[in-house]
């Protein structure tokens, strides 16, 4: 997750008060951020999650109550919109891989995107959280509004189901 | 010899552009805020050298503007966002003191009681993808959706006009 840079807490009041080249320039910084989460969930509907992301953000600005917290509520959301606007789309691209890959795996590293398109994206959003962001079971299970077993039933068994997966 | 570290996965980035980013503006902007976009058949430099000429082109386009004056000239090239001020006057009641947020490919201008907005993305090498924004700030602005209409009316085929006239005298 990110560090706030100096100055985010006034740029956040400005923006909760409607100033809109506050919004703006708040959108500039976050925007990279989206992105990054946004991408590996929704994939080829990554800029489509990213703008509907980034809608639920500012509608909601309001309700931020802590400006240091921007970034953990900011992902909250972005994870949240990704596999809302993934799982719409994908409905007629079943997912292949029924677990997500342990983490090290050498084929995450050789090719993540094979590995994430035959992931559902409920699946992508547990390997982003654990691999990129760092979050533990229960944060992810939070995160993405499920029971913790959920997440660690979506982790377990990993790598022996990824593999079968991959050299067929 | 030792082994060589596993790479880090490459992880994919979502694509996301200046137009999209107006519309986030456009759907969360208290009051009104109305949005336009169409495909020019001009790459962006051109396009966007029409664009940011605030002072001498916002009149050409933009329906109620008749003077746009800058604090200072507006940077030309590719420099991150720049704030400027400016004082615009309109054909009708605008007279207004704005503050522009300018940047290669976006421009977004607020006064107390107006917003605006353009931003532009290269569709191809050739055409570019250019959007209009136009809102009032204050609450109950939604009622006078009307009042909006030469704001946002017909300024994307002003504007799509402005750029022929100019290529062909070029």
């Known amino acids: 997750m990110q560090e706030p840079p100096p100055g985010l807490a006034e740029l956040v009041r400005s923006a909760q008060g409607g100033d809109q080249l506050a919004v703006g320039r708040l959108l500039d910084l976050i925007t990279p951020y989206v992105r990054r989460l946004c991408g590996p969930i929704a994939l080829?509907?990554?800029?489509?999650?990213?703008?509907?992301?980034?809608?639920?953000?500012?509608?909601?600005?309001?309700?931020?109550?802590?400006?240091?917290?921007?970034?953990?509520?900011?992902?909250?959301?972005?994870?949240?919109?990704a596999v809302r606007c993934a799982n719409r789309a994908a409905r007629s691209r079943p997912a292949e891989l029924g677990e997500v890959p342990a983490p090290g795996d050498p084929q995450l590293a050789a090719d993540i995107r094979d590995v994430l398109?035959?992931?559902?994206?409920?699946?992508?959003?547990?390997?982003?959280?654990?691999?990129?962001?760092?979050?533990?079971?229960?944060?992810?299970?939070?995160?993405?509004?499920v029971a913790p077993g959920t997440v660690k039933s979506r982790l377990s068994r990993a790598r022996l189901s990824f593999r079968k997966a991959w050299q067929q | 010899m030792t082994d060589?570290?596993?790479?880090?996965?490459?992880?994919?980035?979502?694509?996301?552009?200046?137009?999209?980013?107006?519309?986030?503006?456009?759907?969360?902007?208290?009051?009104?805020?109305?949005i336009?976009?169409?495909?020019?058949?001009?790459?962006?430099?051109?396009?966007?050298?029409?664009?940011?000429?605030?002072e001498r082109t916002m009149p050409l386009w933009i329906p109620d503007v008749r003077t746009v004056r800058l604090d200072r000239p507006a940077p030309s090239g590719s420099l991150p966002t720049t704030s400027?001020?400016?004082?615009?006057?309109?054909?009708?009641?605008?007279?207004?003191?704005?503050?522009?947020?300018?940047?290669?490919?976006?421009?977004?201008?607020?006064?107390?009681?107006?917003?605006?907005?353009?931003?532009?993305?290269?569709?191809t090498d050739r055409t570019t993808r250019f959007a209009f924004l136009g809102g009032l700030r204050f609450p109950g602005a939604r009622l006078l959706a009307p009042a909006l209409r030469p704001f946002t009316g017909d300024p994307l085929a002003r504007f799509a006009a402005l750029l022929e006239e100019e290529q062909d005298e070029e």
Do not use: N
């Not at chain 2, 490459?10 to 902007?29: C, G, M, S, Y």
């Not at chain 2, 615009?88 to 940047?103: E, K």
């Open chain 1, 44 to 81: 080829d509907d990554g800029a489509d999650a990213t703008q509907e992301a980034l809608i639920v953000v500012f509608r909601k600005l309001r309700q931020l109550q802590d400006p240091a917290a921007l970034y953990g509520w900011v992902r909250a959301i972005a994870v949240r919109e």
């Open chain 1, 117 to 145: 398109s035959r992931l559902s994206p409920a699946h992508r959003a547990v390997l982003l959280m654990r691999d990129l962001e760092g979050l533990d079971e229960r944060q992810t299970a939070a995160l993405l509004a």
């Open chain 2, 4 to 34: 060589s570290p596993t790479p880090m996965p490459q992880w994919p980035v979502a694509d996301f552009d200046p137009v999209r980013r107006l519309h986030v503006i456009a759907a969360t902007a208290p009051g009104a805020a109305r």
């Open chain 2, 36 to 54: 336009g976009e169409t495909v020019l058949g001009a790459p962006f430099e051109r396009v966007w050298a029409l664009a940011q000429d605030l």
């Open chain 2, 84 to 123: 400027l001020r400016a004082r615009i006057h309109g054909h009708t009641r605008l007279r207004a003191t704005f503050g522009i947020d300018l940047a290669p490919g976006w421009c977004l201008m607020q006064s107390r009681l107006v917003l605006g907005g353009m931003a532009a993305r290269p569709e």
